[in-house]
Structure formats: structure tokens, C-alpha cells
């Protein structure tokens, strides 16, 4: 089965709120990192955050990871229309060059 | 100017028939990978290269051949195409193999299977 699964699978929130995703995976990691998928484009690299950090932060996101609980959440502050998208959190397992993403978390930021 | 780039954009064809995606970095990357992604979004590595050689392998119908002429450029050729193929295919390149890099991505091909 896959490594990482984002909950929730879709987020309806309006403009200005805050939006919270998260990932859990299940095997030990390096890392992990966020990336964010536009409709109909390719996926752009946000965040990595490394397997001895706790939290990270970069612009309106904020991310934490939980090696115990084998978990990472994504928030977005303020969020705006333009974060309307696919969110994929990706795991490198240890001992391995590949990264397993995730089936993702559709955001929908509503005006 | 586009880091990677992926022709064509949009894949229309037959059952049986075999067609080429061509993909090309041009960010210096020694690493570069194909993922597909199907309809329900789960995005799944296929190959990796380094250096024009393979070092990912993924459970993949030997249909699909991926070929790196030179480390800027990664092509997935596949034969006797299936309805299951029908997917967006994604190029994406790295600085190297470390986990720890930056993925960066095309912007997908999508290949539908009549």
C-alpha cells in the first residue's frame, strides 16, 4: 500500500481561514516534503522538512512532523483563491532514493 | 524558459499501438524520473535515471522501455498500448539522488487510450 495518505481527501474553506491537511505514512524516513499541484499542471516543491526537525516554516505555511505518530500536517494561513489545489506530502524511506507521494488533499479556497 | 519540459502535452491513440514521450531538463539535474499519475491522483514513480543510468525500477510492464540518450533527457517509450495505460505521465529531474533534493516537475502528458 502507499506511503503516504493525506487526510483530509478534500477542504472546502473560505478565503482568509486557515487550512490544515495532514499525512501519515508508515515506514521510517529521511524526510518528508509538500508539494502542491495545480489543475492540469505538475507539481511544485513547497516544503522538505527533515526526520529531526519538528516544524518548519515558509511564508503562510507551517509545517510539523511527528516521527512517533509517523505523521506530518500542512497548514495554510490566510489562504487565498490562488491555493485552490492538490496538496501531496512525499516520503523518502530510508535507505532508498525514491519518494512515495501520497493520493493528496484537494483544497478548494472559496472568494 | 521552461526547467522541464514534456512533449506532447496531449497523447490520443489505439489499443495496440506504441507511442513515445519525450521529456527534457534543462536545469543541469544529473537525475530525472517518470511518474504516472491516474485518475484518482495517486502519482507513482516508474524510472529513475542518474547519470543515464538506471537505478529505479518500479513493478512496470516491460511494455514501457524509458531511454536517456543524455542526462538531460529521459524518453518513455511505450508498445502495445492497454486502456489501463490511459494516465498523466509526468517528467520530473534532480539536482542528484539524495532524498533530501528537490524534485521539479513537468507539466504532464496525458495519454489517452482508446
Known amino acids: 500500500s502507499q506511503q503516504g495518505e493525506e487526510d483530509p481527501q478534500a477542504l472546502s474553506i473560505q478565503e482568509g481561514e486557515n487550512a490544515t491537511m495532514n499525512c501519515s505514512y508508515k515506514?521510517?524516513?529521511?524526510?518528508l516534503q509538500w508539494y502542491r499541484q495545480n489543475s492540469g499542471r505538475g507539481l511544485v516543491h513547497l516544503i522538505l522538512i527533515r526526520s529531526n526537525e519538528r516544524e518548519k516554516h515558509s511564508g503562510r505555511l507551517r509545517v510539523t512532523l511527528d516521527t512517533s505518530k509517523k505523521s506530518s500536517s500542512l497548514l495554510i494561513t490566510a489562504s487565498r483563491a490562488a491555493d485552490t489545489a492538490s496538496y501531496f506530502c512525499a516520503t523518502a524511506t530510508s535507505g532508498t532514493y525514491k519518494y512515495i507521494f501520497g493520493t493528496g488533499t484537494r483544497l478548494k479556497v472559496l472568494a | 524558459d521552461t526547467a522541464v519540459s514534456q512533449t506532447p502535452k496531449y497523447l490520443v491513440t489505439q489499443m495496440g499501438n506504441d507511442k513515445s514521450i519525450k521529456c527534457e531538463q534543462n536545469?543541469?539535474?544529473?537525475?530525472m524520473y517518470w511518474y504516472k499519475q491516474d485518475s484518482k491522483k495517486f502519482l507513482k514513480i516508474m524510472f529513475s535515471y542518474n547519470n543515464k543510468e538506471l537505478i529505479i525500477n518500479e513493478t512496470v510492464p516491460n511494455r514501457f522501455s524509458p531511454k536517456s540518450p543524455d542526462k538531460a533527457h529521459l524518453n518513455l517509450h511505450i508498445n502495445s498500448l492497454e486502456l489501463g495505460d490511459s494516465a498523466v505521465y509526468f517528467c520530473a529531474s534532480s539536482k542528484t539522488t539524495g532524498t533530501s533534493e528537490t524534485q521539479y516537475f513537468g507539466p504532464g502528458t496525458r495519454l489517452l487510450v482508446l
Open positions: 515506514t521510517s524516513i529521511n524526510n
Open positions: 536545469l543541469g539535474h544529473d537525475t
